[in-house]
Nanobody, 114 residues
Framework: QVQLVESGGGLVQPGGSLRLSCVASGITFSFYAMAWYRQAPGKQRELVAS???????NYGDSVRGRFIISRDNAEKTVYLQMNSLKPEDTAVYYC????????WGQGTQVTVSS
């Protein structure tokens, strides 16, 4: 049974930082491309950042230079370091694992507000 469990969300002031974590089980983690997506109310889900099995990274235009994605294959965990947060970063953040088919976590809420 595949599980992706996100953590680290919360309320943060504009300009602050948060670090999201996603722990995977039930998959051979090192084989999988991992990604973070987000969905704000009334908007489509969008790609935030992705990291390949070989640790090549890709970022959405709105977060490039502020967010960093990384992975620890030994811990079966993917991270998203979010810096210089803006109110428009407010969304539910989802972890995604993909080799052919995709798996999703339940999401973690990030709210950026003063």
């Amino acid at each position: 049974q595949v599980q992706l469990v996100e953590s680290g969300g919360g309320l943060v002031q504009p300009g602050g930082s948060l670090r999201l974590s996603c722990v995977a089980s039930g998959i051979t983690f090192s084989f999988y491309a991992m990604a973070w997506y987000r969905q704000a109310p009334g908007k489509q889900r969008e790609l935030v950042a992705s990291i390949s099995s070989g640790s090549s990274t890709n970022y959405g235009d709105s977060v490039r230079g502020r967010f960093i994605i990384s992975r620890d294959n030994a811990e079966k965990t993917v991270y998203l370091q979010m810096n210089s947060l803006k109110p428009e970063d407010t969304a539910v953040y989802y972890c995604n694992a993909r080799v052919g088919r995709a798996y999703w976590g339940q999401g973690t809420q990030v709210t950026v507000s003063s």
